[in-house]
């Protein structure tokens, strides 16, 4: 089984409407963190959570919120989605230690914003 | 903003042929990372190089880090067909925080 998932794997939704993609991670990790990619822009940071009471802005949170459940757990939502968000949604886990260590990626979200 | 720049955009080769991809950032580092992508799918880690080392192995991996020049270079020897990735480089500008900073890559074609 995949240590990092995320739902929907594809969704296609319409100005305007709110939207929540999330993951879970059986990794055991404390820091989780959500990108955005777009073609030819790399990954660019959303959000970013270090433990479950915490939570920061990355690059782009504008137009985005996140919730850390639990641990295991860390959903972003679209309050209203319009369509330059149409992007691919990734969302990561690493281990909380002394220095930046190896991020482990879910498959991706794959958003449509009609 | 980027703070990895991924030289060149992109590369094609033959298999059996070296492919070495360039990164250039603009602060200090504690590490850089190297991750690759396949076509729509999630990043995969490949290997990670500290602030305080030059090269590093890893299979047909090499990765060289030069700390004066703020560059590195990744070279897959005797690429395959399925090697043909993205492939993005990312450091953390310093910080020791866990934030990742990514370029935006170089698109790798190995042609059978």
């Known amino acids: 089984d995949a240590d990092v998932t995320q739902t929907p794997r594809n969704r296609i939704t319409k100005t305007g409407k709110r939207i929540m993609l999330e993951c879970s991670q059986t990794?055991?990790?404390?820091?989780m963190y959500w990108y955005r990619q777009d073609p030819g822009l790399g990954l660019r940071l959303i959000y970013y959570?270090?433990?479950?009471?915490?939570?920061n802005k990355g690059e782009i949170s504008d137009g985005y919120s996140v919730s850390r459940q639990a641990q295991a757990k860390f959903s972003l939502s679209l309050e209203s989605a319009i369509p330059n968000q149409t992007a691919l949604y990734f969302c990561?886990?690493?281990?909380?230690?002394?220095?930046?260590?190896?991020?482990?990626f879910g498959p991706g979200t794959r958003l449509t914003v009609l | 903003s980027q703070q990895g720049e991924e030289d060149p955009q992109a590369l094609s080769i033959q298999e059996g042929e070296n492919a070495t991809m360039n990164c250039s950032y603009k602060?200090?580092?504690?590490?850089l990372q190297w991750y690759r992508q396949n076509s729509g799918r999630g990043l995969v880690h490949l290997i990670l190089?500290?602030?305080?080392?030059r090269e590093k192995h890893s299979g047909r991996l090499r990765v060289t880090l030069d700390t004066s020049k703020k560059s590195s270079s990744l070279l897959i020897t005797a690429s395959r067909a399925a090697d043909t990735a993205s492939y993005f480089c990312a450091t953390d500008r310093g910080s020791t925080l866990g934030r990742l900073y990514f370029g935006r890559g170089t698109q790798l074609t190995v042609w059978p």
């Open positions: 990794k055991g990790h404390d820091r």
């Open positions: 190089i500290r602030s305080n080392e």
């Open positions: 990561a886990t690493s281990a909380m230690g002394i220095s930046t260590d190896t991020q482990y």
């Open positions: 602060t200090s580092i504690n590490n």
């Open positions: 959570s270090f433990d479950v009471k915490d939570i």
